[in-house]
C-alpha cells in the first residue's frame, strides 16, 4: 500500500532552535518529494521539490534530504523563528508522467519565544 | 499577483442546500485541482483538470462535480450537502500538462471553509 508517514505528530521548539521533521513514504515507482509549509489559516506553500537522484536541497534557513534506497527524507529547520510555526507536510509523487501524489498529515510546529 | 483565488473564504449550509465554489489561477497553468482538508489527514484529491476542457475524478469524487469554464477558472459543486462534507476546501493549480506537472510544484489558494449543518 502507498503511504506517507509523518514524524512527529507535532513539536515545540524555543525560538532560535534548530529542529528535523521526518517523512517516510512506502511508494512505488517513485518520482519526486515535496515538502509544504502550512500556515495556520491558509495554502500550502512549497519548499522544495527532490528527485530520485537529489540528495540535498535548501531554501533558506529550510534544508530537506531524501534517501531514496531507505525511502526516507527529512526537513531540517535552522535557527527557528516565530513566523516558522506552521504544519509541514510531506508529498510523494509517483507513478510517472500519469502519477499520483500522496500527501502525508503533516508536523505541526509551534515556535516558542 | 493574486495566484489562486477562492471565493467564498466562508460558508455555513443546511444539509440538501447546493453551492459552487469558486477558483481562478492567474499564473497560465494549465493544470488545476480541488482537494479537500480534514483534521487529522492528509489533502485528498476530489477532482482535477488537467487542461482546459478536461476533468476527472480524484479519490473521493463523490457527491460532488466539478466545471472547468476557462482556462483561468474552476469551480467545485456541491449538489445536496450532506454533513460528512464539512470540510476545508482548496483549489491548487501547475504549470505543466498531465496530472501533476511532473517537477513543478503546486500553488494553493487560502481555502473555502465550509460547515453544513
Known amino acids: 500500500k502507498n503511504q506517507v508517514e509523518q514524524s512527529p505528530q507535532s513539536l515545540i521548539i524555543l525560538e532560535g532552535k534548530n529542529c528535523t521533521l521526518q517523512?517516510?513514504?512506502?511508494?512505488?515507482?517513485?518520482?519526486?518529494l515535496r515538502w509544504y509549509k502550512q500556515d495556520t489559516g491558509r495554502g500550502p506553500v512549497s519548499l522544495t521539490i527532490m528527485t530520485f537522484s537529489e540528495n540535498t536541497k535548501s531554501n533558506g534557513r529550510y534544508t530537506a534530504t531524501l534517501d531514496a534506497d531507505t525511502k526516507q527524507s527529512s526537513l531540517h529547520i535552522t535557527a527557528s523563528q516565530l513566523s516558522d510555526s506552521a504544519s509541514y507536510i510531506c508529498v510523494v509523487y509517483y507513478g510517472g508522467s500519469q502519477g499520483n501524489l500522496i500527501f502525508g498529515k503533516g508536523t505541526k510546529l509551534s515556535v516558542k519565544p | 499577483n493574486a495566484g489562486v483565488t477562492q471565493t467564498p473564504k466562508f460558508q455555513v449550509l443546511k444539509t440538501g442546500q447546493s453551492m459552487t465554489l469558486q477558483c481562478a489561477q492567474d499564473m497560465n497553468h494549465n493544470s488545476m485541482y480541488w482537494y479537500r482538508q480534514d483534521p487529522g489527514m492528509g489533502l485528498r484529491l476530489i477532482y482535477y483538470?488537467?487542461?482546459?476542457?478536461?476533468?476527472d475524478k480524484g479519490e473521493v469524487p463523490n457527491g460532488y462535480n466539478v466545471s472547468r469554464l476557462n482556462k483561468r477558472e474552476f469551480s467545485l459543486r456541491l449538489e445536496s450537502a450532506a454533513p460528512s462534507q464539512t470540510s476545508v476546501y482548496f483549489c491548487?493549480?501547475?504549470?505543466?500538462?498531465?496530472?501533476?506537472?511532473?517537477?513543478?510544484?503546486?500553488?494553493f489558494g487560502d481555502g473555502t471553509r465550509l460547515s453544513i449543518l
Open positions: 491548487a493549480s501547475s504549470q505543466r500538462l498531465g496530472r501533476w506537472g511532473s517537477n513543478q510544484p503546486q500553488h
Open positions: 517523512c517516510n513514504y512506502t511508494v512505488s515507482p517513485f518520482s519526486n
Open positions: 483538470s488537467a487542461s482546459e476542457g478536461t476533468t
